[in-house]
């Protein structure tokens, strides 16, 4: 957003990089909370998105947050980032409960001819305030977690990346069978984020 | 009917020859439906009556039945299309478990993590027997401790060999090696209980009888430094060295090295067999695990190893073969890496990895029920029993105030865990249940 001009409502790749970069920092920080991932003392409140959003105090959850961010930008603004996956497991069995999928496309056209785009501000922070409401509100319908749980961040990259030496390649910790929610999307006009949680069937519901 | 009569002669006035089939045809053709059938079996077409109560359902059914799976297929191929084209990739570093910041007491109540509750036997929290082992050496790449099948306890001190009766508690010294030959630096029974092999640091091994107190034979000239771990496999002891070299040695001839295995760079620090006699397993302080097939050995050359397996990150000692499936292997990385991994064998797959959290140094399968022990060193030191598959924590005993770094099983139905302190060095003893063989009754220390 830093690089954006208030006139006119134009904005950069590198813009749009911080926005998705930044949106994905707040969503994960909100699933940690509301998925109860981490105890909610641990939180802190803040204004953003014209929401009050919550942020881990703890520094080991911040830094890997701030350290993933920071990557995912470089990835966004070469337009090699295809998808981030936030997996919720069992910290037992590392079963995979929850996967809160993010999937993004990317204007082609902006990366290789570093064109911009038009749109405001305004109208992405109201999209992705409607993707920070529907997190907050997914407890209602996602099957409790009720074991101590841990998560991980699975970014999908194109095959030509390099692998940066903190990182490693992954398997895709899929659920079988899982029942999926889509929720709402927000689009920059360069990255265009889709959002969609799956979850383990909750097998006490069946008849 | 009268009606459909009616109506159907004056549609098919053309066709007047086969009244009752051209009926048929006609109402396959009209969706007429006539309020009354009476059956004429002669005049039934019964092809087409099977094909209305069959085919004809099914298709109406086929695309509400078929669509979700479809669905999900076509799901599941653009996800592993997907795939091809896509790098995932994770922080090396994970995030920090939550558990530190959670109350203890608030896992405890709606937490059923260490599922105690499942397992149907009593298993003791504190040990039975604790035995006295001074200077038994606090060295990871050595096995100074093995139970023979006529429940006899070996354990090395030292330069000193001490056989512990267990039927009757009585202890007795074996042998004590001179001092520029020693210490022991690994010891292992014979499957018959009554031979057992030491292994020295000066790269020799001893053969004793145990019941005439007398040695049998030496073995030299194949290893060029200590041996630190050893298995038998009926006649042939195979030995480890710190010089990285497996050698297979036929006991009973002259000439006793008849195959050699080279594929580690280090000492090798775990070896066994597995129970049909066909593979060995072997861990070394290369990080790497191998496992070679009895088949393929030959003495001329040095014998490429079956499968080479490199996921483990830290050195391999503790190894265990599965008695329940035989081309099961788990096996427990140090320090650095504190995983435990299962592999089949045939394939070298890697079938299950479980972070332990601390230093895997022994690894023990019960020979009754479908569970695995583990022994550990930093940072707990502690004894886990392990349900096989789930890897559900079934018990965790911990009470040791150093690495356990030696276990061993008796073959009479008992669990028997030992542990060694590194100052005041104490190994316990499960309780015997030898009265009581086929009820629940095994019991851990």
Known sequence: ?207 | MDAGSVNYSSNTKDQPRFPLQEQLLQRRNSKENLDRFIPNRSAIDWDYARYMLTEGKNDKENPAVNSPSREAYRKKLAETLNLNKTRILAFKNKPPAPVELIPQEHISSFNPQPKLSKSRRYIPQTSERTLDAPDLVDDFYLNLLDWGSSNVLAIALGSTVYLWDASNGSTSELVTIEDENGPVTSVNWAPDGRHIAIGLNNSQVQLWDSTANRQLRTLSGGHRSRVGSMAWNNHILTTGGFDGQIINNDVRIRSHIVETYRGHQQEVCGLKWSASGQQLASGGNDNLLHIWDRSVASSQSATQWLHRLDDHTSAVKALAWCPFQGNLLASGGGGGDRTIKFWNTHTGACLNSVDTGSQVCALLWNKNERELLSSHGFTQNQLTLWKYPSMVKAAELTGHTSRVLFMAQTGDETLRFWNVFGVPEVAKAAPKAANEPFSHVNRIR
């Open chain 1, 1 to 207: 957003m830093a690089s954006k001009t208030v006139a006119k409502d134009i904005i950069t790749l590198r813009g749009s990089a911080a926005i998705v970069s930044e949106f994905f920092g707040y969503a994960a920080n909100s699933i940690l909370y509301n998925r109860g991932v981490y105890p909610e003392e641990n939180f802190v409140k803040v204004k953003k998105y014209g929401l009050p959003m919550l942020l881990t105090q703890d520094e080991g959850v911040k830094s890997f947050i701030a350290n993933l961010t920071a990557q995912l930008s470089e990835w966004l603004e070469a337009g090699k980032l295809q998808r981030i996956v936030l997996v919720i497991m069992s910290k037992t069995t590392n079963e995979v409960l929850e996967r809160w999928n993010f999937s993004i496309e990317t204007d082609t056209e902006v990366v290789e001819k570093g064109v911009s785009r038009e749109k405001s501000d305004k109208e992405i922070m109201r999209e992705i305030q409607a993707i920070m409401r529907q997190i907050a509100s997914s407890i209602t319908y996602l099957p409790c977690l009720d074991e101590s749980c841990v998560f991980d961040v699975l970014a999908y990259t194109d095959k030509d990346v390099a692998v940066p030496f903190t990182w490693i390649e992954s398997d895709p910790k899929l659920i079988a069978n899982p029942q999926m929610v889509k929720l709402h999307s927000f689009d920059t006009k360069i990255h265009k984020v889709d959002t969609l949680v799956s979850y383990k069937n909750d097998e006490w519901d069946e008849p």
